[in-house]
Nanobody, 125 residues
Framework: QVQLVESGGGSVQAGGSLRLSCAAS????????MGWFRQTPGKEREAVAG???????TYADFVKGRFTISKDKDKNILYLQMDRLEPEDTAMYYC???????????????????WGQGTQVTVSS
């Protein structure tokens, strides 16, 4: 079992930056494979970035070069550094953990067992 709590969302102007954090508590085995997803009203949840047990990242094309996913393994905190934000990045952002160490589901959100409550990011033009 894993509990996930996101923080760091807010409102920024286009071109600005935010850093999201996701504190994971509980079984570290189940929080080995994690990812960030986002969703806007009326749209399907979409993958933003994922990270595997070795720390290797994967990014959606629309955030490459702007967002960086990382994880502090000692503290078990997942981060998403978001730079050069665009109005299209406005969404509720969720962190998620697959549960287990296979890291085989990204970018399919259906495979993630554990979810945080989300943190809102709003980018104004």
């Amino acid at each position: 079992q894993v509990q996930l709590v996101e923080s760091g969302g807010g409102s920024v102007q286009a071109g600005g930056s935010l850093r999201l954090s996701c504190a994971a508590s509980g079984d570290t085995y189940d929080s080995a494979c994690m990812g960030w997803f986002r969703q806007t009203p009326g749209k399907e949840r979409e993958a933003v970035a994922g990270i595997d047990v070795d720390g290797s990242p994967t990014y959606a094309d629309f955030v490459k070069g702007r967002f960086t996913i990382s994880k502090d393994k000692d503290k078990n905190i997942l981060y998403l550094q978001m730079d050069r934000l665009e109005p299209e990045d406005t969404a509720m952002y969720y962190c998620a953990a697959e549960g287990g160490v296979k890291c085989s589901y990204y970018p399919d959100y259906d495979g993630y067992l554990y979810w945080g409550q989300g943190t809102q990011v709003t980018v104004s033009s």
